[in-house]
């Protein structure tokens, strides 16, 4: 069974552009949730969608947003990068049905504002 | 609030020696916990979690944690860590979203 899947794992992009990552997560999950981790400040809850759905938020500014599809792969956007939002992007997929529900990542996104 | 927190940052231990990672949590539901491992350019790898019922839970690679409510807390160990294990490891808790600790980073010295 395939694991959760980011795309792309590596990318460098210029101040004031935006970026666009992908997550298929695990095969019969419906929920994906994202989180940035930076040395700085950890690990932090970005979002969570749920049967296309977004169903919790964060404490990030409008320009991070997110969307998930009819088969459950999701997307998130930065739009006006600042050079504060160089981090490691992950998704991480569960069934979502309970709060008991295993969570699963993915490897990562790697974003570099320069 | 609502917090995680993993009082070491740093640990060094001995191949072989045994281990123990604390992490306590701040929440006044029942939590569900996990831990993570994070090796170096990698995302997270699901170790362990705690939903309910036995206290102590088995995990992959050897790792158990034991579940302590009037501690709150929910520390993982090995009893005997090999050099592969060096990682950095993440304590959660689950309230709609997890919340993280800031990780510990283990150093396994040959």
């Known amino acids: 069974k395939a694991g959760v899947t980011q795309t792309p794992r590596y990318l460098i992009k210029t101040r004031g552009q935006q970026v666009t990552l992908s997550c298929s997560p695990i095969?019969?999950?419906?929920?994906v949730s994202w989180y940035q981790q930076t040395p700085g400040q950890g690990l932090q809850f970005l979002f969570e969608?749920?049967?296309?759905?977004?169903?919790n938020k964060g404490n990030f500014p409008g320009r991070f947003s997110g969307r998930q599809f009819s088969n459950s792969r999701s997307e998130m956007n930065v739009s006006t990068l600042e050079l504060g939002d160089s981090a490691l992007y992950l998704c991480?997929?569960?069934?979502?049905?309970?709060?008991?529900?295993?969570?699963?990542f993915g490897e990562g996104s790697w974003l570099t504002v320069v | 609030a609502q917090s995680v927190t993993q009082p070491d940052i740093h640990i060094t231990v001995s191949e072989g020696a045994s281990l123990e990672l604390r992490c306590n949590y701040s929440?006044?539901?029942?939590?569900?916990l996990f831990w993570y491992v994070q090796s170096p350019g990698q995302g997270l790898q699901l170790l362990l979690k705690?939903?309910?019922?036995?206290?102590l839970v088995q995990g992959i690679k050897g790792f158990e944690a034991e579940f302590k409510r009037s501690q709150s807390s929910f520390n993982l160990r090995k009893p005997s860590v090999h050099w592969s294990d060096a990682a950095e490891y993440f304590c959660?808790?689950?309230?709609?979203?997890?919340?993280f600790g800031q990780g510990t980073t283990l150093q396994v010295k040959p």
């Open positions: 991480a997929s569960s069934l979502g049905t309970t709060s008991g529900n295993t969570i699963y």
């Open positions: 095969s019969g999950h419906r929920s």
């Open positions: 969608y749920f049967s296309e759905t977004q169903r």
């Open positions: 929440y006044g539901a029942t939590p569900y």
């Open positions: 705690y939903f309910s019922g036995d206290t």
């Open positions: 959660a808790v689950y309230t709609g979203k997890l919340i």
